[in-house]
């Protein structure tokens, strides 16, 4: 398998689009009839639907990068690109000492 998107995952991002659109739909139904409480529930689910699915994209661009990490590190160019991290990282914070 070539590092493609599993069904489930599939399956649940397609579920976050459909409730992504149907509350955004909603939120302009409810401002039309001019239904401004219901109209702030069906925004706050699509905000909520939104930043989920923010969420899902970054955490899957950090696997992409995990992968392509775990390969340079099997790779003939694995230490260099490691001794290169290293010493580049940021000094620790000691907030305390």
């Not at 239904?35 to 706050?44: D, M």
Request: charge should be positive; avoid cysteine; charged fraction near 20%.
């Amino acid at each position: 398998m070539g590092g493609g998107v599993s069904t489930p995952r599939r399956v649940g991002l397609a579920a976050l689009l459909i409730v992504l659109v149907g509350a955004g739909w909603y939120v302009f139904v409810y401002l039309y009839r001019w239904e401004w409480n219901r109209a702030l529930v069906s925004g706050i689910i699509f905000l909520a639907a939104e930043v989920a699915l923010l969420g899902a994209l970054v955490l899957d661009r950090l696997e992409k990068l995990r992968r392509r990490l775990a390969q340079l590190d099997h790779g003939p160019n694995g230490e260099r690109v490691l001794r290169r991290l290293r010493e580049h990282a940021p000094t620790p914070a000691r907030p305390f000492a």
